[in-house]
């Protein structure tokens, strides 16, 4: 069992940033994926970003390609997510998951989640 602790989320005007922390609890945190979801009222939940459990390779969901960076520290059992150049659309809850070893963009192929954070962006 994982337990996933995120922190980070808040209110900011459009343009500024926010990083998002993600804490684990297992001891074999370096051999999970971290993906980053995210959810609005009245839409599915989407894929934001993930990185592989090394933390070498990072891939981002086209709406926020070059504003955010995904990280981990697997010292600390944990990953974070930078938001830069924040916009109103980016508005959500924000949702840290692992899985082992494999990436997905896939929810449903997440094992464990934190209880998600909300970002909101005003314009």
């Known amino acids: 069992q994982v337990q996933l602790v995120e922190s980070g989320g808040g209110l900011v005007q459009a343009g500024g940033s926010l990083r998002l922390s993600c804490a684990a609890s297992?001891?074999?945190?370096?051999?999970?994926?971290m993906g980053w979801f995210r959810q609005s009222p009245g839409k599915e939940r989407e894929f934001v970003s993930m990185?592989?459990?090394?933390?070498?390779?990072?891939y981002y969901a086209d709406s926020v390609k070059g504003r955010f960076t995904t990280s981990r520290d697997n010292a600390r059992n944990t990953g974070y997510l930078q938001m830069n150049i924040l916009k109103p659309e980016d508005t959500a809850v924000y949702y840290c998951?692992?899985?082992?070893?494999?990436?997905?963009?896939?929810?449903?192929?997440?094992?464990?989640w934190g209880q998600g954070t909300q970002v909101t962006v005003s314009s």
């Open positions: 297992a001891r074999t945190f370096s051999n999970f994926v």
């Open positions: 998951a692992v899985r082992p070893f494999y990436l997905s963009t896939r929810s449903d192929e997440y094992d464990y």
């Open positions: 990185i592989s459990p090394s933390g070498a390779r990072q």
